[in-house]
């Protein structure tokens, strides 16, 4: 059986120094009304001008090389920059996912024109991206896409559709995994391609999903004989179920789950100061204790990934338990505020638990469902 590796790692004090510029520069912006901060913010919040503030500062690909406009910094200073704007609640929703993976991917798997075309404008906060993987017939069970891509004589013919592409509307790039050839026979994982498809292409067609919350901030995108050139297939022709596996452990690996709704939590305490019930520290110890366990966990899986450790089974765990906790969060602070008559609530607090409540049954779908991060977990520890 296979053991499950979360090295504890001291932090360096010298990287508080990090987390006091960006807590000084969120404070700032919040302070002059540039964000109002927003629980689930990396999926739903996005305001392409704060991305930019952001690459400025040399806050967007902080892990890459400065020869592709990044930083040659550890993936423990980009976890504290995840954190810390995760727990503002601020709008970083534009440049999240190509910061998170896809840059990272074409990092593995690019072609040095690729880098150095798009990686120095990912770092400026300026080109967006989205994934395609799930279709209509196609999401955890991955290897059932159908969208295709065949050669031509000028590139790759796309037909198809993806679906719940996140951000696909502000994005410049979808990273689509498409069926480049047949099966071989019963194995499916044969004949993926990852492809680059230039969103603004003709043939593309993307149509806002509006959730409970009345956001659009998920599409559905229709790819109709659109040509992209030869050079836009990311990495190996059909060898995009391995690089899939890559992806999917950085798109779980970070601290997102566990803090989407900490703003919630944040909020609450500062209103509850000094009116908290006694019965409400156990359920706010309970909290904290959950948060802190998960934080060092989280803390850990940037260590592997600076030691060059891809942690896919160590991230799917931390994806479940933080989905577990980033809803039973909102519940736990809703009940937490039961000390506060409702007419007492700030206008900010009633508007961040509505949020909180309605964009909270996704979260454990998103990424990959809770009963598919079990399978990776039992599999892990020998059990299936
Ligand atoms: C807010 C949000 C944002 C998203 N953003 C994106 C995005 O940007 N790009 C993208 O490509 N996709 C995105 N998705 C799609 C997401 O990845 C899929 O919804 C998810 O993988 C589940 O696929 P499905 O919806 O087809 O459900 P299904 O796979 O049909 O699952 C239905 C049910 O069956 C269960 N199930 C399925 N297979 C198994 C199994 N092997 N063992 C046990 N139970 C199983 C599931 O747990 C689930 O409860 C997003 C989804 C949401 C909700």
Known sequence: ????????????????????????????????DNFKPEPECWMASADPEFSRKMGKRGWIGLTWSSQYGGHDKSALERYIVTEETLRAGAPVGAHWIADRQHAPMLIAHGTEAQKLDILPRIAAGECYFAIGL????????????????????DGWKINGQKVWSSGAHISHYMVALLRTSPADGRNRHVGLSQIMIDLSLPGVTIKPIVDLSGDAHFNEVYFEDVIVPEDCLLGDEGGGWAQVTGELAMERSGPERFLSSYITLETALRQLSGKMGSDSHGRLGKLIANLRTLKGMSWAIANLLDQGVSPETEAALVKDLGNRLENDLTLQVRALLNDLPSEDWSPDMRRIMNIGVLRSPPNTLRGGTTEVMRGITARQLGLR
């Open 134 to 153: 799930s279709e209509p017939g196609a999401g955890s069970d991955l290897a059932n896409v159908k969208t295709s891509a065949e050669k031509v004589s």
């Open 1 to 32: 059986m296979q053991r499950f590796n979360f090295p504890v790692v001291q932090p360096d004090p010298a990287l508080e120094e990090l987390r006091a510029d960006l807590q000084a520069f969120l404070k700032e912006e919040r302070d002059a």
